[in-house]
Every structure is written in structure tokens, then in C-alpha cells.
């Protein structure tokens, strides 16, 4: 059983090898800046391996429970550091661990000869390390610390190369969208806080996450600290915490924009990691939201809506990152959705198999960037004949995503599907009926997209790559491209090729290994069982929802959903011949529509911010600021500068006027004496 | 003669005295109105001196002589600042030409 110290060593190494990079390598030893990379992946390895030692603890000895260290008293609220260690942390882990080790080991080969090459991986151990500190959190507070750090390190990585105005815009738009959701999960936890006197008489602690578990049960022995609407309330602060890091709507806006960052980047914290980051914290508070059915409709339909939303605009992007973004913000839509359902296990299998397949298509975008210098698939096409590791894993990945039958993204997306068509007992029919719909016209949009995409990548003829875009774009730097300009069709090495390997295993298989149907030396269901059962370990109750059983009839629906997507698009797509206008473009309004991803960056920016902000608010601050703030000073300069010449009249030179002054001033200060008595 | 004489005298000079020192514009005048007025304070404490000590007092000699001795000290210091001011208003007539008082302003602001 692994111990206490080496699980904050999972932690502490990330952490470690960012001090390392930032504080050693980069200012004393740039020049060997690949011992930043190779010190970044010797850390995670060695987290990775406690990652599965203590996966494989929590499955031996179920829970893991460890005493908080006590961090601060704030008047009568004790504020805690510790480690949470049940079946939910302990996947999280190893998918953290083993999807960053991946990346980084891709990106010794993306981003070799990059001149900040230290920096990003400094930067890059600095988000793994927070994330792994959110995940392992036992404390709300603890847990929102590394929460805006995640957001700190994501910012930073997005505008890695700042140069770029795009990237610098990006990742102020990134940091600033999330921290729009960020204050509703602040303002939830202000109402722990000032609920700590309620929680302490009933023996709680108001930040110890199990304990406000604990204060949602209305079958607690004490009654429900927490309940009514005001749990809901709570409920709801948290989950806008959690939609703006995991970019649902209306706070989705960010992600797409994330893709100037580096593609490494995009696949571990805008793919895998960081924007699961918002559905972890949903799970993790999941038994405070089972208690409010206003919140898990609200969290449901959210996630239903954004599901479908984000993929119809990702049904016309030219930027194979963009495609894959809105199929993230899509993907993330339908985690939100199960959890809302009350899919709680489902959810986490999707967010476990999304994050390979999902890391797996944005290193192949990487990979494809690598070879064509350019994002736009416009510019790409046949490169399945240069690049033909990189197509068979980019085709079983996305194949994943459509979920098609047996590959890992088939089977969580099944495990949704069919749980949303039996529906939550605590919502409303027509929620339920709702959402099932939206989740399955996502899987028929989700079908065409990820074909498109793999069509106009690698199938027909090449139309150019960078130069070509260049040359019709007439500018100096390509849009959304790396700093690996020029055109060399080749695979890519080696050290990128491998961990792509590793992760299309990962999207092929992961799907029995973590949850298969039948019994194969794994239990069945053993993912989703374990993570229930470790859910209702953690209140005390026998069983937490049972395990779905497979249907053939609804293998059959999403399959033959998916399957219909991907004709569609064959047929579209596949016909075409050279470079001629995207066929959806005959759509007309509705192609420009989805085009500019239904005008709400347009709504953000030009009515919200430029409007709303720039006129109404700052104009009226602007105006209050020159007239009221400015006058009052102006006048009280204006006051002293004239009684200074008026008062100065009286200085008149002549002895006698200041004589008679004096004689009449003591002649009325007497009187005054006189009369006072 | 009673006290209050010797009072409402010394206040009609300390008056007539004041009067020339604001109204009049040659400084010897003004000088010489200064002069009355300290001659004003002088019968005061000279009077006060002889009427307002204590009768169980009035033998001891020093009682008695304290207004006159400061009426004394004010005659001194007072030609004393005669010939300083005096000093003045030859200064001041090499400047200005003329010992008028509203002429000399030079020192303002």
C-alpha cells in the first residue's frame, strides 16, 4: 500500500522539475535546454508510476484516508491541506500523469530548436503539477488554489508565443472567460465560509470536501446543514466555475481562441486535462448536486445545449485545431450532460477515454502542422501517402470520437447515450427526453466533422501546405501556424510518432480494459463501478447507482447515427476534386452563420465589451472622472489660488492700516472678553 | 483727587496718542503720538501704584515703589527707541526723500 509521502511526491516532482527549469536551467544554463525537457519526463514518469501504485492501493484497500494538515484558523473556520485520495482521484491521476508524460515526450520533438524551449517546459510541468495539486485537493480552498493556477499556467501556455498578437489576445480572452465562471465558485465557497458556524456545531469542517458531501445528505443524523435553495444556489456557483473552465456555453468562447497556443499545449490542457478540470469539479462535488434537481436540470441542459452547439460549428472550420476545439467544447458537453443525468461514472469513463483519443487528434494535428507549416485544411490534402503513421492513428482516434464500434470512445459515449435514454429519476421527462435527443444529433454532427476533417487532411490531392496559404493570404505570418514555417512532407520523427503510438492504443483498447460489457479477466463494468462504489463508499451507502447493461438496441441507434454522419461526409467530400469551395458553403446564410460561431464573439466583443463595457461603463466612469473627481480638485485649486490674491489685497505695505488692524482687533477681542463674562 | 482721574486722564492720552500714530502720515509725528501713549501707561501704573496697594502693605516700601519703578524702566526704554526709530527715519528719508509713512511700502509682498 503506497504511503502518504510518495502520493504528495506525485505532486511534488512536477513541482519540483518547474523550479528546476525555471530557477536553474533557464537563467544559468539555457544553452542546454533539453535537460529542462528531459528532467520534465524523468518526473513524470516517476508520477506516473505512483499514479498507477496508487490507483492500484485505492482498488485493494477501496479508501485511502489520511489526516489534513491544519493551515490557517480564519475566525471559527479552519482551513486544511490534505490529500482526497478515492476512485475518482485516483483515475484523474493516472490519466493526468500519463497523458502529460506523453505530451512532453512529443513535444521534445515539436518543439525542438524553439528558442524558449525551456520556458515551455517549465511552464508546462507547472500546470501539470497544479492540476495534479486539483486533483488530489481535500479542501475547497486548497482545491481553488490550484484551480486559478491551472488557469495561470493555461494562460501562460496559450500565449507562449506572445510575439503573436493572436496568442497574447487569446490568452487574455482565455483567462479572462474563465475568470467570469471563476467568481460564481468563489462566491460558493464565501457561503461555505460564512455556513462555518453551522457546519462546526454539526461537526463539520465547511471546506473539507467529504464533509460538505456530508451537510448536503438530508438523511444526515443532524439534518442538512445545506439544503433548499440555497443549496442549489451553491451547486449552481460551483458548476460556473466548472462551465468556464470546461468551456460551456454561453462561456465557451475561449477555447477555440486557445489553439494559438502551442499544439503540445492544446492536446494536454485544452484536450485531456485542464478543461476536464471543470467536469472533475462537478464530480467532485456530485453528491451536493444529486440533492438539488434544479441543478442538475441546469447542468444537464447546459451541457446538452453546448453539445450540440459547439459541434454544429465545428461542422464549417477550416482550422483542423478549431475543428478539434469545438469537438472538445462539444465532448465536454456531453461529460456535463451525464453528470447532470446523474451519469456520474459514465461521465468520468467519457472524460478518461476522451482524454486519449482527444490528446491522440491533436498531436496528430501537431504532427500534420510539423510536415505542412499550417493549420488550414484548405491548404492540406493527401497527405495519407507522406505521413501514413500519423493518418491510421489521426483515423482511429477520430473513429474513436465518432464511436464507432469497438474502438474506447464508443463505449463512454454508449454508456451516456443509454443512460440518458433511461433518464434521471429526479429531472423532469422532458429534460430527459431533451437531452437524449441533443446528445444523439451531437453524435451524427460529431460523425461529420471528424471525417471532414480527416478528408481534407489526408485525402486527395496536396494543395500547398504553408506556402500556397502565404501566397493567396499575401501576409507575412501564417495564421495560427507555428514557427515551423516552410513545407518538408515527411513523417515525423520518431520521438513524436511513439507517444502517439501509445495513446492510439490507449484509443483503441481503453474501452474494454477500463469498462468492459462482458466479463474478460477484467470485472465488468469495472470502471464505472468502481467509481460508484467509491461514491457511495464516501457516504456511507451501499451502492451508488448501478452499473448499466449493455443493449445491443442502442449500439445499434448511435452506431447507425454515427455511421450516417460519416456517409455524409464520404459522400460530400470524397467526390470533390481540387480546391474548389467547401461544399457546405452552398448552405448559404447558415454556412456564414456557423462561420462566425453564431456571432457571439461578435456579441462578446463588440456589443458586451466594446458597447456595453468601453461606453456605457467606462464611458460613465470617464465622464465621472473628468467632471466630479477632477472638478472637485480643479475647484479646490481654483478656491486657494484666488483667496490667495484676494486675502493678498489686505498686504498693503502701509504700517498704519496694519497698526489700526491690530489696535481695532485687540479692541474687539477685549469686547468680546468683557461681554463673555 | 480720585483714582478714576487719574484713569480718564491717562486713557484720553493713551487716545490722542493712538489717534496720531494710525492717522497721521509724517513719522516724527507718529514717533512722537507712540510717546504719549507710553506716557498714557505710565500715570496709569504710577496711579495703580499708589492707590492699589494693599493697606496692609502700604508699609513696606517696595510694594509701593513696584509701578514706579517700571514707569521708570518704560522712560528708558523708551528713549531708547526714540533714537533707534529716529535712526529709522533718517534711513528712511535717504530712500524715500520724504518722511511720509504711506510712501514706504518697499517691504510689501
Not at chain 1, 475547497?140 to 497574447?168: K, M, N, T
Not at chain 1, 435553495?229 to 456555453?249: D, E
Not at chain 1, 460530400?572 to 469551395?581: H, P, V
Request: with cysteine.
Amino acid at each position: 500500500m503506497i504511503t502518504e509521502a510518495l502520493i504528495w511526491a506525485i505532486f511534488l516532482l512536477p513541482l519540483g522539475s518547474f523550479a528546476f527549469s525555471a530557477l536553474v536551467v533557464r537563467p544559468f544554463f539555457n544553452r542546454y535546454s533539453l535537460v529542462s525537457g528531459i528532467v520534465t519526463i524523468g518526473a513524470l514518469g516517476t508520477a506516473f508510476a505512483f499514479s498507477i501504485w496508487t490507483l492500484r492501493s485505492v482498488i485493494v484497500h477501496h479508501d485511502l484516508n489520511f489526516e489534513p494538515i491544519e493551515w490557517l484558523e480564519v475566525g471559527g473556520a479552519t482551513i486544511e491541506m490534505g490529500l482526497l485520495i478515492d476512485p475518482l482521484t485516483a483515475i484523474m491521476l493516472v490519466v493526468v500523469t500519463g497523458v502529460s508524460l506523453l505530451v512532453q515526450s512529443y513535444s521534445l520533438g515539436y518543439m525542438e530548436g524553439d528558442k524558449s524551449f525551456c520556458r515551455y517546459y517549465s511552464y508546462m510541468s507547472l500546470f501539470t503539477a497544479a492540476m495534479l495539486g486539483l486533483v488530489l485537493a481535500s479542501n475547497i480552498i486548497q482545491l481553488y488554489v490550484f484551480w486559478e493556477l491551472v488557469g495561470v499556467s493555461s494562460y501562460l501556455l496559450i500565449g507562449f508565443w506572445h510575439e503573436r498578437p493572436a496568442a497574447a489576445a487569446a490568452a487574455k480572452k482565455a483567462f479572462i472567460i474563465t475568470r467570469i465562471g471563476d467568481v460564481g465558485f468563489l462566491i460558493a465557497i464565501l457561503y461555505l465560509f460564512a455556513k462555518a458556524d453551522e457546519f462546526a456545531a454539526a461537526g463539520l469542517n465547511a471546506f473539507h470536501i467529504p464533509d460538505i458531501w456530508q451537510a448536503a445528505q438530508p438523511e444526515a443524523a443532524l439534518g442538512a446543514v445545506l439544503g433548499g435553495t440555497a443549496l442549489t444556489w451553491l451547486a449552481l456557483g460551483i458548476f460556473a466555475g466548472a462551465a468556464g473552465k470546461s468551456g460551456q456555453f454561453p462561456l465557451h468562447a475561449w477555447l477555440p481562441d486557445a489553439m494559438e497556443g502551442p499544439t503540445p499545449v492544446s492536446a494536454l490542457i485544452h484536450a485531456a486535462t485542464m478543461v476536464a478540470a471543470g467536469v472533475f469539479l462537478v464530480a467532485r462535488f456530485f453528491p451536493v448536486f444529486e440533492h438539488s434537481a434544479d441543478a442538475m436540470m441546469v447542468v444537464a441542459l447546459v451541457g446538452a445545449f453546448t453539445a450540440v452547439f459547439a459541434a454544429t460549428m465545428g461542422l464549417v472550420m477550416n482550422d483542423i485545431k478549431r475543428v478539434m476545439a469545438y469537438s472538445t467544447i462539444s465532448q465536454l458537453g456531453y461529460m456535463m450532460a451525464a453528470l447532470g443525468l446523474g451519469l456520474y461514472a459514465p461521465a468520468i469513463f467519457h472524460l478518461v477515454t476522451h482524454a486519449a483519443f482527444k490528446a491522440l487528434l491533436f498531436l496528430g494535428a501537431g504532427s500534420v502542422n510539423h510536415a505542412t507549416g499550417t493549420f488550414d485544411m484548405r491548404y492540406m490534402g493527401g497527405l495519407r501517402r507522406v505521413m501514413p503513421v500519423t493518418y491510421v492513428l489521426v483515423l482511429m482516434s477520430g473513429l474513436s470520437l465518432v464511436g464507432i464500434i469497438p474502438l474506447a470512445g464508443f463505449w463512454s459515449k454508449d454508456e451516456i447515450l443509454l443512460g440518458a435514454w433511461d433518464g434521471s429519476s429526479v429531472l423532469d421527462t422532458w429534460v430527459n427526453r431533451v437531452t437524449f435527443s441533443a446528445l444523439l444529433a451531437g453524435v451524427i454532427m460529431t460523425a461529420f466533422y471528424t471525417i471532414r476533417m480527416i478528408i481534407l487532411t489526408f485525402h486527395g490531392e496536396f494543395r500547398g501546405g504553408v506556402e500556397t496559404e502565404l501566397m493567396e493570404k499575401a501576409q507575412t505570418v501564417p495564421a495560427g501556424a507555428a514557427d515551423h514555417g516552410g513545407v518538408h512532407l515527411h513523417e515525423s520523427p520518431l520521438v513524436m510518432v511513439l507517444p502517439m503510438v501509445v495513446l492510439g492504443i490507449a484509443a483503441v483498447a481503453l474501452g474494454y480494459l477500463a469498462n468492459p460489457q462482458w466479463d474478460m479477466g477484467i470485472p465488468k463494468h469495472w470502471i464505472t463501478g468502481f467509481l460508484a462504489d467509491g461514491l457511495g463508499a464516501a457516504l456511507g451507502l451501499e451502492g451508488h447507482g448501478e452499473a448499466l447493461e449493455f443493449s445491443w438496441w442502442m449500439a445499434l441507434v448511435s452506431t447507425g447515427a454515427a455511421l450516417a454522419g460519416v456517409l455524409l461526409a464520404l459522400v460530400i467530400y470524397l467526390r470533390r476534386k481540387g480546391k474548389g469551395a467547401d461544399p457546405l458553403e452552398h448552405a448559404g446564410p447558415l454556412h456564414t452563420l456557423l462561420a462566425q460561431k453564431y456571432y457571439v464573439d461578435t456579441l462578446y466583443e463588440d456589443v458586451i465589451v466594446r458597447k456595453g463595457f468601453f461606453k456605457v461603463i467606462a464611458g460613465t466612469l470617464d465622464w465621472i472622472d473628468r467632471n466630479l473627481v477632477d472638478g472637485i480638485v480643479d475647484l479646490i485649486g481654483w478656491f486657494f489660488r484666488n483667496i490667495g490674491s484676494a486675502i493678498g489685497k489686505f498686504q498693503t505695505g502701509q504700517v498704519q492700516a496694519y497698526a489700526t488692524g491690530i489696535a481695532f482687533g485687540i479692541l474687539a477681542i477685549i469686547l468680546a472678553l468683557l461681554l463673555a463674562q | 483727587m480720585s483714582f478714576e482721574a487719574f484713569l480718564i486722564v491717562a486713557a484720553i492720552l493713551f487716545c490722542i496718542g493712538l489717534f496720531g500714530a494710525l492717522a497721521r502720515r509724517n513719522v516724527l509725528v507718529v514717533l512722537m503720538s507712540i510717546e504719549l501713549m507710553f506716557n498714557a501707561v505710565n500715570v496709569t501704573l504710577v496711579a495703580m501704584a499708589k492707590y492699589l496697594a494693599p493697606a496692609a502693605l502700604q508699609d513696606d516700601i517696595s510694594s509701593v515703589l513696584t509701578g514706579q519703578v517700571f514707569a521708570v524702566f518704560i522712560v528708558t526704554v523708551a528713549a531708547a527707541e526714540i533714537a533707534l526709530g529716529l535712526g529709522i527715519v533718517f534711513a528712511m528719508y535717504r530712500t524715500n526723500e520724504s518722511v511720509d509713512l504711506t510712501e514706504a511700502t518697499q517691504l510689501r509682498h
